[in-house]
């Protein structure tokens, strides 16, 4: 497999995590803040925490707890 179908490959994988998982962690993101900026910034931010670990993390539940704690991390540092 060539460097340019392996990063394909990734960005792939890591599109389809971005959309199965946004909508949600947006959501929980705006529980926890009334700012909207602040939501946005929580959910790029455990979206990208997400996509570091995405090759070691083959289980969407663990996936699904990175996505979550990081908006959890993020409201906090924040407050």
């Given amino acids: 497999m ?3 179908d392996f990063m394909k490959k990734k960005s792939s994988r890591f599109d389809r995590l971005v959309a199965q998982y946004y909508s ?4 929980f993101a705006s529980r926890l ?15 990208s925490s997400a996509h ?13 707890i990175v996505l979550l704690s990081s908006v959890i991390r993020a409201g906090l540092e924040s407050a």
Avoid: C, M, N
Avoid at 24 to 27: E, L, M
């Fill in 33 to 47: 803040t009334d700012d909207h900026r602040d939501e946005i910034v929580f959910t790029r931010h455990a979206v």
């Fill in 52 to 64: 570091k670990l995405a090759q070691k993390l083959r289980d969407p539940t663990a996936i699904a």
């Fill in 24 to 27: 949600a962690v947006y959501s």
């Fill in 2 to 4: 060539s460097q340019e």
